[in-house]
């Protein structure tokens, strides 16, 4: 057994050129690191071969926190995606809207 087991979870669902992204857990210093090597697989088409997704949307319904590094990561993610493209979050807590609008990146990124 793991002593020290990811604190974040990372479920990625295709549909067509979507990539719906279901994390669930803080996105904090301890899960930076799971989330851009997740993101960054993502972004590239791994583990399978589909190509770069044409539209990324984030449920991040079973998100209790998140700081300013993970809201950067994930608004980051509009630069692999085509376009006019914005990554999409859905069902963020009051407090994850908070972060995305007192950082700025809430304009970089569709809240749904």
Do not use: N
Not at 78 to 91: C, F, M, Y
């Amino acid at each position: 057994m793991d002593p020290y087991p990811d604190p974040l979870a990372v479920d990625v669902r295709l549909s067509g050129g979507t990539v719906i992204v279901v994390l669930s857990g803080d996105l904090d210093l301890a899960s930076s690191r799971s989330l851009a090597a997740r993101l960054r697989d993502i972004q590239t088409g791994q583990p399978r071969p589909t190509g770069q997704p044409r539209r990324l949307v984030f449920d991040l319904s079973r998100v209790g926190f998140m700081d300013c590094a993970a809201a950067r990561l994930i608004a980051g993610t509009a630069r692999s995606l085509p376009d006019g493209q914005r990554p999409v979050i859905r069902s963020a807590s009051p407090l994850v809207r908070r972060v995305l609008e007192l950082t700025g990146l809430a304009d970089q990124c569709e809240l749904v």
